[in-house]
């Protein structure tokens, strides 16, 4: 996998304000120079990047999403280690992604663009299968929603088996399979064998077109709850209500974050109305109870805005954290 940069020990301190009598996490997690290394190490979680927002292109989205990975890192690596803090994890580095980007700079054309995505996927697939194969919990920081179909695939293939998905999201990502973009990574896993029961948690009624509801009322393998729902709901209820959609995946699934279902913040389809950060922070609390394959949060742009890639840390935080007495 040569296509794969490794975040060394050394590489790392160039993100860590490091200062005395502290320990910041980036201080006592794991590195590895190569997969033959990630073998041996015992840790759990496995973090890596895939910095890319050409699949949000083809799919007419906002660009940025590729300048996520460094902004997480620099946030991520200097929380504190503390008693309430995990370091079960390898951050293990990012797939190369400049050669894409540079290809795509001056293309336009959607469809040219959802070209290239299949030797992303590919990549992605291969990195994903190898960490699950390991029996640990791959964390994908990406990028667009395009590389769900990749994480779909390659962990599918780990275990040999179809898996399922929980997705918060405020779209579906079923529109149909004409050619690879960020909104339909699900359709083409669906189609392929890969994905067997998907629950989709707050897709917005405004932007999902009649024939996806008309496909998933007509599909026993998917569900959804729309954003609409949860609305003027309390606390209690929306965990009752997102506790259903987990139900449903069989306890045992993939858990996909799109922030674009995060109200006001910087996303390819940035909303003023969706679920808080806070809310999110609890779902993920509750979703990591269950038998989760791997977490893959996209779609944010960290790129101007040193919040939304603090975000990211929590919610990556809140999902390695050990289980407190």
């Known amino acids: 996998m040569n296509f794969f940069n490794f975040l060394t020990e050394n590489s790392a301190k160039a993100y860590i304000n490091s200062r005395d ?8 997690i794991n590195y590895v120079s190569s997969f033959k290394e990630l073998e041996n190490t015992a840790a759990h979680y496995v973090i890596f990047g895939i910095p890319e927002d050409i699949g949000i292109r083809a799919n007419l989205g906002k660009p940025g999403a590729s300048n996520t990975w460094e902004p997480f890192l620099k946030a991520f690596l200097n929380i504190q280690y503390n008693a ?3 370091n079960d994890c390898v951050v293990l580095g990012h797939i190369k992604t400049d050669d894409f980007l540079q290809k795509a700079k001056n293309i336009e054309d959607p469809r040219t663009l959802g070209e290239m995505l299949p030797e992303i996927d590919d990549m992605l697939s291969q990195v994903v299968e190898k960490i699950v194969s390991l029996k640990k919990i791959p964390i994908i920081i990406g990028g667009g929603h395009n590389n769900s179909y990749g994480n779909i695939k390659g962990c599918s293939k780990a275990l040999e088996q179809s898996i399922n998905v ?6 579906t990502d079923l529109r ?3 050619y690879r973009h960020s909104g339909n990574g699900f359709s083409y896993a669906k189609k392929e064998g890969f994905l067997e029961y998907y629950a989709m948690v707050g897709i917005h009624q405004n932007y999902t077109p009649r024939y996806i509801f008309d496909m998933i009322n007509d599909d026993k393998t998917m569900s959804y709850s729309l954003f609409e729902d949860y609305l003027h709901l309390t606390t209690i209820d929306k965990l009752i209500k997102f506790k259903r959609a987990i139900d449903f995946a069989k306890n045992k699934f993939a858990l996909e974050l799109d922030c674009d279902a995060i109200q006001d913040f910087d996303s390819s389809a940035m909303t003023p109305s969706g679920f808080t950060t806070n809310e999110v922070r609890s779902f993920i609390n509750l979703a990591k109870k269950q038998h989760v394959h791997y977490l893959h949060i996209c779609e944010a742009d960290a790129g101007k805005n040193p919040l939304i890639a603090k975000a990211l840390s929590y919610f990556v935080s809140d999902f390695i954290r050990p289980e407190t007495k």
């Open 21 to 28: 009598g502290e320990t910041k996490l980036g201080e006592s």
């Open 84 to 86: 309430y803090n995990g």
């Open 166 to 171: 929980l997705n918060i999201d405020a779209h």
């Open 176 to 178: 149909t399979p004409n």
